[in-house]
């Protein structure tokens, strides 16, 4: 259909009873209509910072609905916290907002919540770092060509890992429904840590003599597969699978970049290195803890618990033996990591990485039996070095 | 003037990491707010085995005190930190010497293969509020660097 003329469109806009009003001088609904009983949601709120500060605490502990309830979203914007407009039909909802393809479509409890997400989401935000400004840049210590080499590349596989977790992590967010307002900021903060973190080992390598490292082939290991299943490409009036994705990304990917971490500090030569590998050591730890919440709180609450525990230990089957053959026995992670270990001696470092090798099994497996999906009789990762 | 020196390990002890931690709150800021309820447990001392249940809140630690061995569960600890006396008392002279750990006093790097010291605990997803605030529980410990410090 062929558009109309400009004029015809200005003139339309300027007989548009909004224009109308606006020129009279009156204000809308959202001003006239009364503060209790009307449209306007609620009032009289007077939320106080707590210990830590004007927190999602604080302002949930004076809100009607501290937490979000289980009712059908209508609305993108109706939510624990909006009231819905009266005169607007369940018609007209569906139009304004359909299911899918917006934040309508993970809309219940047991799709997108978790125990404390206040506090979680909280902390997310309290413990991020400002790289640019909180680093003593000038402090950072020249290493040896050997060392330095060997953090180029264990950073350079940690970037690797941490844009492939923001890639599979970040177009689900737009499919949780703002009542779920904490686990939306969680992960945004989650996506925030990822490329926060990537940023900064870029600017670590590229600041201290040597620069960026080997790439991996085939790091994400399965990961990239199962995600995509997930989320059916994101086309489609379709159930999607969030937990499988939180399963895949959080609990056992960051589970064991975590250990990678803690390996990556206890390896840094410099202050400065640690305390780049400390901080990756809080965030992925904070990201399987947001991941084993997640996953409790929906085998607790799904409709069919059974069916949801046989579609994680699927991927946990899938996703166990190709991560230890291309993530965790990649000799462009180990040799690095060695290398730090040891202090140039790679054969030492492998000495502490053999004897370390069963914490990746064991911290794993002891976070699925809290979380209530065991499976210490199929785990896929051996539970010994296999070097 | 200096604080008169306090034995390692006692509730004493403890208490002024805990007083330190809590008169510099800016800088515990900076970290990140902290929520755990640890027992640092010092086994093998003169005394033999001792074990302290610390409480962790917002800014500040809240609570020191001893706990008798019977009374390890019921403190309902997120994580307990558990090692040799001889490697608790080589630690905090290493974080005297040197103003804070070293590379390889660190708690993470004490921790990293279970000894000789070990963070562990009945729920791993607990436990690992250790590696979430682990920034806090190093600038805690390191506080021991200003504590004159007597071994048994």
Redesign the interface.
């Known amino acids: 259909m062929p558009l109309p003329p400009p004029e015809e469109v200005k003139a339309k806009l300027y007989e548009h009873s909004e224009a109308q009003r606006i020129r009279s001088g009156q204000l809308g609904e959202w001003f006239t209509t009364p503060l209790v009983g009307g449209e306007w949601t609620e009032w009289g709120k007077r939320a106080r910072p707590d210990r830590i500060g004007m927190t999602f605490m604080a302002i949930n502990r004076v809100s009607a609905n501290p937490e979000p309830t289980n009712e059908p979203a209508r609305r993108l914007m109706h939510s624990r916290y909006i009231k819905t407009h009266h005169a607007i039909d369940p018609e007209m909802e569906e139009k304004i907002a359909p299911k899918y393809g917006t934040a309508r479509e993970m809309d219940r409890r047991d799709q997108v919540w978790i125990d404390h997400a206040a506090e979680l989401a909280e902390e997310a935000l309290d413990r991020q770092i400002r790289p640019a400004r909180q680093l003593h840049w000038e402090d950072m210590t020249p290493l040896p060509d050997d060392l330095e080499r060997a953090f180029d590349q264990f950073a350079t596989y940690l970037i690797q890992a941490l844009y492939l977790c923001s890639d599979a992590s970040g177009p689900w967010n737009g499919l949780i429904h703002y009542g779920f307002a904490e686990i939306k900021s969680f992960l945004a903060y989650e996506l925030f840590d990822y490329n926060l973190m990537c940023g900064l080992l870029r600017k670590r390598v590229m600041a201290n003599g040597g620069g960026m490292g080997v790439q991996i082939d085939g790091l994400d290991a399965g990961l990239i597969e199962v995600c995509n299943e997930a989320s059916r490409g994101f086309v489609g009036e379709v159930e999607r699978e969030f937990s499988s994705v939180v399963f895949a990304i959080d609990v056992l990917f960051n589970g064991l970049l975590l250990e990678m971490a803690r390996l990556g500090s206890a390896g840094a030569r410099s202050r400065f290195d640690r305390h780049l590998m400390t901080q990756l050591v809080q965030d992925c730890a904070r990201h399987v803890a947001f991941g084993c919440r997640r996953i409790s709180f929906y085998l607790r609450n799904c409709p069919d618990r059974e069916e949801a525990a046989v579609k994680l230990h699927l991927v946990a089957d899938r996703l166990e033996p190709l991560q230890t053959e291309h993530h965790l026995l990649s000799p462009k992670v180990l040799e690095p990591l060695a290398i730090l270990l040891g202090g140039s001696a790679a054969s030492q470092g492998m000495r502490v990485l053999r004897e370390f090798w069963p914490q990746f099994s064991d911290n794993y497996l002891a976070r699925l039996d809290a979380i209530g999906l065991a499976r210490r009789d199929r785990c896929l990762i051996p539970a010994e070095a296999p070097f | 003037m200096a604080n008169p020196a306090v034995e390692f390990p006692s509730a004493q002890w403890f208490e002024q990491l805990a007083a330190r931690m809590n008169d510099q709150r800016a800088k515990y800021q900076?970290?990140?707010?902290v929520?755990a309820r640890a027992i640092f447990k010092i086994n093998g001392t003169p005394r033999g085995d001792r074990a302290f249940g610390l409480v962790f809140?917002?800014?500040e630690c809240v609570e020191v005190r001893e706990l008798d061995q019977g009374a390890l569960a019921s403190f309902d600890p997120d994580w307990i930190l558990e090692g040799d006396y001889a490697a608790w008392k080589e630690m905090v002279r290493n974080i005297k010497a040197h103003g804070e750990a070293d590379?390889d006093h660190?708690l993470?790097?004490l921790c990293?293969?279970?000894h000789p010291l070990k963070v562990h605990g009945e729920?791993?997803?607990?436990?690992?509020?250790f590696?979430?605030?682990?920034?806090s529980f190093?600038a805690f410990i390191d506080e021991s660097a200003a504590v004159e410090t007597t071994f048994t």
């Open positions: 900076n970290f990140g707010f929520t809140d917002g800014f590379a660190t993470n790097r990293l293969l279970g729920d791993q997803t607990r436990v690992d509020i590696y979430r605030q682990l920034f190093q």
